[in-house]
């Protein structure tokens, strides 16, 4: 019995994290039936259509986060290749199931839910290159190692692009996998190389666009084109540019405080489906460069929580995992709102906990159940 | 124990790393966001608002325009604009056979129109109010009936050459409508809304909205009843004779302010194009005869030969003509009307008489500077700056290329153009007492707020003497009671006057104008009257059938201006 009283006291738990975690959902949600109700309205002939079916995978996110709470983080380890398995024949799965949305196959539809794979396959992912880094920390000095163990987020990756067409999601994947690898590999060497390497691409990329625009001989490829709009979206707002410009108009009518919440215009039709990915335009647009730079902030606490979680917590597997959210939160992150700025050319990456979308949330929330699971095995010394 | 699974320190060292790769891209994004929130900030504004805000205009309403004592001649009436909202549309079958039904259109138009994918289709615009009234009633979702003013003349034709009419945006065409355009439309105002994508309008947004100032009434020297009564006459005169057109025209010899124009066929002012599609036709049946067209004036210009002879003193009433029913100028033979002469005559008998070979002698002996001399200051070289458009110009020869023939020619009214209302001008001159007045309609403008802008005219006094004007009076008055101009002579009226019978080019084409020009009262003239029929079949001599048109408009109207002059 007195060692169960002492138990608790010990116990730790980040209040911190889950508050700013509840904040930015319920922020996402009120800024979901911001954005999409008044299209629900037309399009659904219900203003809460958008809202409702968030709210309710809401709900599901809080349960498997309570769950995953709950669950030893240990047992992963153990049902990482299952988990890795289940989310490539989940991929494999969208040939004969999958439906169809805007030219892209990425849902499994079960009823009324549908299931982005990509999603799953970024948790998997995480727990993958989790246990194989706690495996083989030491063998990891080895260049070798470490690309066998990387090639996995590759085949995953390959995979999303080719059977889904979701180039962004591959990204995500592989970037989650190259930054855990970057995080237990001893030396940084390689990842100086390639960080320059990459600067110098983007910057070269640019500036051969800029000449491409400037020659106006236009080609009518498709990626090469999103490029370009990236470069100059106002020549191409009536056509492939017209998301990117009309996000810019969002952001940039939303001055110092904004227009307020509920009365942006850009999303009555002119940004569509402006409750996905270009959601943080009208947040912009509503609460201003204040309210973005608030939202930001409370992202920037949940990174730096979950930081200070994996720093300490009590193995590498543990660690790890903790990162691997870390990584998937962070690069969503960053991704979308350059994306919506246009600092990086356009593609469809979601803002974490706020876009509408389902599996998203319920796996974003799932991570978070397992990161507060690590935190509560944080050993307090006193 | 394997070492694997240990946290070493570089492992915390590294995710240090991370989360400062991190934050410094997240920086990279504020740095951003700063840029376009603040900076371009004004610009993305400017955009968004373009984007979001339409422009609707709200038409002013156009001011009326009255006759000299009140009868609105041209007012305005409400019609309707039916318009489809495409996202709208529930019903499309419905709204397609209700177009169809109501508003006589093909069932391919209408369907063209409901499909189209745009903000707002118009239908058709200057549907009559019941019918648009009917369309509301169906309640069909995405259909818009919009009320607006057209312009509507209350007698349909009268005056049409005069008043002219507007165009689809209410915006004068020709005649009064478009001289005085800038007075009648007033200023449209606007509605700025805030529309969705599909070009709704939002009900919560506040709209801008700038109230349209309706345009100025007009208020005309017309007479209503002279107007429409010269128009009975002309067109009864133009049926008897069988003529291509008749004109007449009452002004005020004083002021210059004309009573009444009339040019038949008028057409209706409220369907100004029927069924034509043909612009040259459409601009020949719009015409104002009198303004926009010269003729040869003929026998009347004799009023301005003998003026001049008498002004420069190169004749007297004391001289004699003895015509032997021709006369020779130069190489050429020019006949008088009456083949066998007129015998011996005084200077007013030549002009009672009309006769050719008499005023070749007056014409002769005023030479052809004093000719061009007294014609100009009669008006007749230039335009009258008459209140319509169009006026055409006078057409002559240049004065060092007129010869003994062309001179001669002209003395009695030949070979040069001037358009009836240039006569009709001088001989008010000639009557006047030498006042040179500017022919015109518009007396006054009277905005909304009752403040008037008075039109003022230019009125050229001493073109010649009170003492040579008086002597033409008397010579008139008797071409009227002995002369050529008999049968415009009303028993208690003092009537002056002169008859003309002009031949169309080509000569011998058996086509000619028959005009008369009288006034009223001989000692001071109120009224001057000119009747113009275009190729009257039959008998074609001004004297028998254009001046008892004058009697006639006489008979009716002097009366009435008497009466409402005491």
Redesign the interface.
Known sequence: MAKKKKKPKLKYFDYTLLFVTIFIIGFGLIMIYSTSS?TAQLEEGDAAFYFRKQFIFTLIGFVAMYMCYKIDYHIWYKFAWPIFIFSIVLIFALIPFGSSANGATRWIRIGPVGIQPADVCKTAVIIMFATLI?????KLKKFKVAFVIFSLAIVQGVLIKVISDNLSSAIIVMAIGF?MI???V?N?SLFVALGSAGIVGVCGLYAWCSKIIKSGNLTSNFRLNRVLIWVDPESFSSGKGYQTVQA?????????FGKGLGKS??K???IPESQNDMIFSII?EEL??FG??CL?LV??IM??RI?HI??N?P???G?MLA?GV??HV?IQ??LN??VV?N?IPNTGVSLPFISYGGSSAVILMAEMGIVFNISSKIKLEQ | M??????YN???K??????IC??V??F???V???Y???I??D???E???D??QRERKIKALRGYIYDRNGVVLASNKTVCTVSVIHSQIKDKEAVINMLVKELQITESTAKKRVEKVSAIEKVKSNVDKEIGDKIRSYNLDGVKVDEDYKRYYPFGTLASKVLGFTGADNQGIIGLEAKYDSYLSGDSGQILT?T???GQE?DKSGEDRDEPIAGDSLYTSIDYNIQSYATQLAERTQLAKGAKAVSIIVMNPQNGEILAMVNTPEYDLNDPYGNELDMNILNAKWRNFCINDTYEPGSVFKMVTATAALETGVCSLNDHFSCGGSTMVGDRRIRCHKTTGHGSQSFTETVMNSCNPAFIEWGSRVGTENMYLYMGKLGLLKKTGIDVAGEASTIIHKKENVGPVELATMSFGQSFQITPIQMLRAAAAIVNGGNLVTPHFAVKAVSADNSVTDFTYEIGENAISKQTSDTMRDILRQVVEEGGGNKAYIEGFSIGGKTATSQKLPRGSGKYISSFIGFSPVDNPQVIAMCLIDEPQGVYYGGTIAAPVIKELYQNILPYLYSSNE
């Open positions: 008044y706690s495996n083989n920390s030491v930054l970057f995080v237990a001893p940084y810019l108009y969002a952001i940039g009518s939303g001055g110092l215009l850009q009555l039709g002119y912009c201003g460069l973005a730079l930001l992202f920037a990174l730096r930081v994996a720093h917590a193995d590498l597997f660690m990162i870390f990584a962070a992150l960053v709102v350059a700025t600092l | 394997s070492r694997d699974g240990v946290v570089r492992h915390r590294k995710i240090k790393v991370f989360l991190v934050f891209a997240l990279a994004t504020c951003r966001l700063v376009v929130m603040i371009q900030s610009y993305y504004l955009r968004a608002l984007l979001h805030l969705d994508a599909w939002l």
